[in-house]
């Protein structure tokens, strides 16, 4: 199982940047995935979460109404848009997935960071 971020990097406030997390050895299309962020000295945090199937999302109150979850299952990949970013966004995101085989456990990307400053 691999899930790999990428499109992170410097913006200004009032930007936008998207980011992908590419996922493979196991059914995408099946699976929910997460994406949360840990800003320096702080703890990780929950950004959003897409379902399966439908593809039904929900976002933590601070991103609600800048950020939008995405996938595209043809290409085992799943999107963040991240738009009005604001310097408190500034973080390193990751990419999960959390799946049960002999065992159930959570898969993370290695992150990509993101840097909102002027």
């Known amino acids: 199982v691999q899930v790999e971020e990428s499109g992170g990097g410097l913006v200004q406030p009032g930007g936008s940047l998207r980011l992908s997390c590419a996922a493979s050895?196991?059914?995408?299309?099946?699976?929910?995935m997460s994406w949360y962020r840990q800003a320096p000295g702080k703890e990780r945090e929950l950004v959003g979460v897409?379902?399966?199937?439908?593809?039904?999302?929900n976002y933590a109150d601070s991103v609600k109404g800048r950020f939008t979850i995405s996938r595209d299952n043809a290409k085992n990949t799943v999107f963040l848009q991240m738009n009005r970013l604001k310097p408190e966004d500034t973080a390193v995101y990751f990419c999960?997935?959390?799946?049960?085989?002999?065992?159930?456990?959570?898969?993370w990307g290695q992150g990509t960071q993101v840097t909102v400053s002027s």
């Open positions: 050895g196991f059914t995408f299309s099946r699976s929910g």
């Open positions: 897409i379902s399966s199937g439908s593809g039904s999302t």
């Open positions: 999960k997935v959390f799946l049960c085989y002999s065992d159930c456990r959570a898969y």
